[in-house]
């Protein structure tokens, strides 16, 4: 006998999983950009590795609904 799931078995993400991604992933890019500034790495493609990086993590923030 197969167990119904009550929810459909559908993964809910809220508004607020969604701001909590963006908001982390903001806080990423600040520290990554402190960071490369600190140790004199400045430049267009670290800077532009830092926004990747920072994406997927408030990506995955969203995602998982932590």
């Known amino acids: ?3 119904a799931r009550l929810d459909g078995g ?7 999983s ?3 991604g963006i908001a982390v992933g903001i806080g990423v ?7 490369a500034r600190d140790l ?4 267009i493609g670290l800077l532009a ?3 990747v990086v ?3 993590v408030g990506l ?7």
Do not use: N, T, Y
Request: hydrophobic fraction near 70%; proline fraction near 0%.
């Open 29 to 35: 890019f600040a520290l990554w950009a402190a960071i």
């Open 18 to 20: 969604l701001v909590g």
């Open 40 to 43: 004199a790495a400045d430049g």
């Open 60 to 66: 995955w923030i969203w995602r998982a609904d932590l």
């Open 10 to 16: 559908g993964i809910k993400r809220s508004r607020a």
């Open 54 to 56: 920072a994406g997927l």
């Open 49 to 51: 590795l830092g926004a």
């Open 1 to 3: 006998m197969a167990l």
